[in-house]
């Protein structure tokens, strides 16, 4: 069972710069693909990136292109998602997930699952 832990929100001006961290503490994630979303007030659930087992592949939604990055370490458990220009409508609860079973970035949204708790990402304008 994959137990995830995000860290790394806060509260940043327009064009700051945030850097998430998830952690899977049972050690058990590294054969799986693992993805960041967002859900702000009122809104859905988006994803916002997804990562395949190794992090050679990577997506993006169209919003966030050029602006995130996604990235893994295996060796530590750990997935991050590095903000930089972030804008007002970034503002929302950022969660990781994991795709298991599935280890291509093009694992089907609704397979992504083991959410944790979310760190909250407030960008001021």
């Known amino acids: 069972q994959v137990q995830l832990v995000e860290s790394g929100g806060g509260l940043v001006q327009t064009g700051g710069s945030l850097r998430l961290a998830c952690t899977d503490s049972?050690?058990?994630?590294?054969?799986?693909?693992m993805g960041w979303f967002r859900q702000a007030p009122g809104k859905e659930r988006e994803v916002v990136a997804r990562i395949n087992y190794n992090g050679a592949d990577t997506l993006y939604r169209e919003s966030v292109k050029g602006r995130f990055i996604i990235s893994r370490d295996n060796a530590k458990n750990t997935v991050y998602l590095q903000m930089n220009s972030l804008k007002p409508e970034d503002t929302a609860i950022y969660y990781c997930?994991?795709?298991?079973?599935?280890?291509?970035?093009?694992?089907?949204?609704?397979?992504?699952?083991?959410w944790g708790q979310g760190t909250q990402v407030t960008v001021s304008s």
């Open positions: 997930a994991a795709g298991r079973p599935y280890s291509s970035v093009y694992t089907p949204i609704q397979a992504f699952g083991s």
């Open positions: 049972t050690r058990t994630f590294n054969n799986w693909s």
